[in-house]
């Protein structure tokens, strides 16, 4: 007990503070993990459940704001 298993900071990039095996679930859309799939899916599901889709290109964004500067910003002709 008194480990912290994770860290909340926002600054703080490490998933697990040394725990790999503990939380090997991670969220791609924040620096927290999961000890499972479920925790992680529920997670996903009551944060960072509206995904907005760009109808061209078929990007996801977290955030309709993300999304409108993406087409604004006309990223989706833009070749690499
Ligand atoms: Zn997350
Ligand atoms: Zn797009």
Known sequence: MGN????LASTCMVLDHGNANARNHPCH?????????????????????????CNKCFRTFK????????E???????KK
């Open 4 to 7: 912290a298993l994770f860290c």
């Open 63 to 70: 955030l309709r704001d993300d999304k409108k500067a993406h």
């Open 29 to 53: 859309e924040c620096p927290q993990s999961f000890r499972t799939e479920k925790r992680l899916k529920d997670h996903i599901k009551n944060n960072h459940k509206g995904t907005f889709k």
């Open 72 to 78: 604004d910003k006309n990223e989706c002709s833009k």
